[in-house]
């Protein structure tokens, strides 16, 4: 998928089918149904490695985050 839905925030908690809605596009559906389809949101590039919507491997601002103080990351 080149353009994930960033953020999915189900639709009614107490519904066992697991219907979600992204917060960028709006688009609706199960997990599944949602991981066919790209997101119609356009992400501005990152600041650090100029890619859009996913960073760089050797992103600078992810490295500088992940190194930060208090920041443990667990293999």
């Given amino acids: 998928m080149a353009n994930p839905h960033g953020l999915l925030i189900r639709t009614n908690p107490i519904d066992q089918r697991g219907q979600y809605r ?10 599944e149904e949602l991981c066919v389809f790209d997101c119609t949101h356009i992400y501005p590039p990152c600041d650090h490695c100029g890619q859009t919507p996913v960073c760089a491997p050797d992103c600078a601002g992810i490295a500088a985050a992940l190194s930060a103080p208090g920041v443990h990351v667990i293999r």
């Fill in 22 to 31: 992204c917060e960028y596009c709006d688009a609706r559906g199960t997990i």
